[in-house]
């Protein structure tokens, strides 16, 4: 069998959708004839935990936790927030806290994690020597895996394949691209180089391979895309156990509500409040659901608009419930923020609301990834916030809730998802990975 060394610093137990992938691939490569050996992360680097996910990884699947320069996140419980006075209980500790977060942000190069790449070194050396590894596949972000793999594909002259969930030129933070430009140039000098070594690079959308071959011309000939997808066994044994003659109508969110995707979600709440006030007998039948943190700010629109009847937050659902409350929400909501590479976001949460076959309203750009999908295969509506007025929108969503809870908006294509198969996406993979053997 031949084997291959997948760098990733997140992967189960560490939950969330950003796992989903990697999980995915290494669950049905076995299938294709590969072997994978996992470099990754001590968990207790990061917060949430979903130790179900660790039941769908092959029995001969070698994973390899290191540590990192990195604090723990049950370190950092000494910062505690008082949410009572808008401020942390102990001024100094604030004070580091603010120096810390501004080191991470405008200093610390690729990301927050390159001090996992003395460790992620150290024992993916070994692990090549030790088990005859044929290629190297990075995921990102973060980024440092990326460097990682480079620095180990050099030595080992092992083929390197790279695989973009998100992108790393253009998504490095706004204020550096204003004006950290000596974050930004030795940002995309790293990348050029990293991308120059890559025997195959992966990317998750069309928009998002056009924009690295735009910026990367010499990329284009060794690049494919392998979008995200959901895997059908994973809604096995979930019923849909909402019932139908209650009229209730739950819009649900799945995930986690960044400060990126605050000032969206804060506008679909005015949005839903309006309609509230349109509707007032129909206040207590519309229930919005958020699933996972939400923003201090969010919390405060909510408070403003007297929306605490109507909004539910569970602050994180595992993997397997998460699709539970997908199956049983009548509306699935799909924030797309408002960054300027926001039409490339093709999401694995995007491809679970298509499994879960539910109704999506998708506040993003029209013409981006996802918003060409879900009008493609007629599974909701966009709503562009960047065109529409808010009285459009308001419109627009209203009347598409009136559908929903009419049972007059009809899900009936369902040929296209094969293709979204996580079975399906990771053979594509299985003969990516033998294609770079052949060419390195």
Not at 2 to 29: A, D, E, H, M, W
Not at 32 to 50: E, H, N
Not at 97 to 124: Q, R, S, Y
Not at 132 to 153: A, Q, R
Request: hydrophobic residues 40%; positive net charge.
């Amino acid at each position: 069998m031949k084997k291959v060394l997948i760098i990733s610093n997140i992967f189960p137990p560490i939950g969330g959708t950003g796992v989903q992938r990697n999980l995915k691939f290494v669950k049905y490569l076995p299938q294709f004839g590969w072997q994978s050996f996992v470099l990754t992360i001590k968990s207790s680097y990061l917060l949430l935990k979903d130790e179900n996910l660790l039941k769908e990884i092959p029995k001969k699947t070698k994973i390899y936790r290191t540590n990192c320069l990195k604090p723990k996140q049950k370190n950092l419980s000494w910062i505690k927030f008082d949410t009572a006075k808008g401020k942390n209980n102990n001024y100094f500790k604030n004070i580091l806290n603010l120096i810390l977060k501004f080191i991470e942000k405008e200093i610390v190069i690729p990301d927050i994690w390159i001090g996992w790449l003395p460790f992620a070194l150290f024992t993916g050396n070994k692990v090549i020597k030790q088990n005859k590894i044929d290629v190297i596949f990075c995921s990102g972000p973060s980024f440092t895996s990326f460097i990682v793999g480079y620095i180990l594909s050099k030595r080992s002259k092992l083929p390197l394949v790279l695989d973009y969930r998100d992108g790393w030129f253009f998504n490095t933070d706004e204020f550096a691209l204003k004006y950290n430009t000596v974050k930004s140039f030795i940002n995309i000098q790293i990348e050029k180089t990293v991308t120059k070594r890559a025997s195959q690079v992966i990317f998750v959308s069309d928009e998002m391979l056009k924009k690295y071959c735009d910026k990367f011309k010499f990329i284009a000939d060794k690049s494919i895309v392998i979008t995200n997808g959901f895997d059908h066994k994973d809604f096995l044994n979930i019923s849909d156990s909402k019932k139908k003659d209650d009229n209730k109508i739950t819009i649900s969110y799945v995930g986690s509500c960044d400060k990126n995707r605050e000032p969206i979600a804060s506008m679909f709440l005015e949005i839903i409040k309006n309609i509230l006030d349109k509707k007032r007998e129909s206040t207590s039948n519309l229930k919005v659901m958020f699933t996972g943190a939400l923003p201090q700010k969010l919390e405060e629109v909510i408070k403003r608009n007297n929306l605490q009847n109507n909004v539910q937050k569970i602050s994180f659902a595992p993997h397997r419930e998460a699709l539970t409350l997908m199956k049983n929400s009548d509306i699935l909501l799909l924030l797309i923020d408002s960054s300027p590479n926001n039409k490339v976001i093709f999401s694995g949460k995007l491809f679970e609301y298509f499994g879960a076959k539910k109704p999506i309203i998708c506040l993003g750009p029209k013409d981006g990834a996802a918003g060409k999908a879900i009008k493609k295969y007629q599974r909701g509506i966009i709503i562009d916030y960047e065109t529409e007025k808010k009285e459009e929108m308001t419109q627009k969503i209203s009347s598409f809730i009136d559908q929903v809870s009419n049972d007059k908006f009809k899900i009936n294509n369902d040929k296209f998802l094969k293709k979204y198969e996580r079975e399906e996406l990771t053979r594509q993979l299985s003969a990516l990975l033998d294609r770079s053997m052949i060419k390195n």
